[in-house]
């Protein structure tokens, strides 16, 4: 992959700050993107706020004290 072999010729950590890596996974998704159907984007979206994840957020999720997903998933809200 061009990732990994950009890797290879970047000394040191200099590698992960370089966006060049990143520019064909961003063309690739604009590609994938406009070539999505409104159908499938609408079952995408049904399909994302389906899962369990979603629904555990929602339960933990305080309405008038927003947080990060990370601590709503692991404090449990009060009934």
Known sequence: MYAVSNMK????NKGLLDQTRFES???EKER???SL???KA???AEDMLACSLVDEWL???PEDKPMCLKMALTKKRKP
């Open 9 to 12: 010729e970047i000394k040191g």
């Open 25 to 27: 996974l961003a063309r």
């Open 32 to 34: 994938w993107l406009r």
């Open 37 to 39: 159907s409104p159908k």
């Open 42 to 44: 609408i079952r995408l």
């Open 59 to 61: 339960d933990h999720f």
